[in-house]
């Protein structure tokens, strides 16, 4: 609390201390910005992301159709489009 205390009154009553917390504080944030995101970001990738994708493909459901013996990736729709398919298309 002290230390608090201390640096809030020099930021207040001098401009280039003030400046140099400023400066420092926005290095200190930075910093634990860019280790934080890493963190974070790799717990989510190896506690949901690739559980999720190794049980997808442990199924093995080719939806990219990958593995068929065709020659063409298109599939045939006879669908009858109406006024009312294009009103809301999302």
Known sequence: MW????????GLFSTFAAEWITWAWGRLV???GYINSRV?????????LFPIALLYRLRNKDTLRLKKQSNTAFTEKNHLYTKKDLENPW
């Not at 230390?3 to 020099?10: E, H």
């Not at 974070?40 to 949901?48: Q, S, T, W, Y």
């Open 30 to 32: 930075a910093a634990i």
């Open 40 to 48: 974070i970001l790799g717990i989510i990738f190896a506690f949901i």
């Open 3 to 10: 230390t608090s205390l201390i640096i809030g009154l020099l």
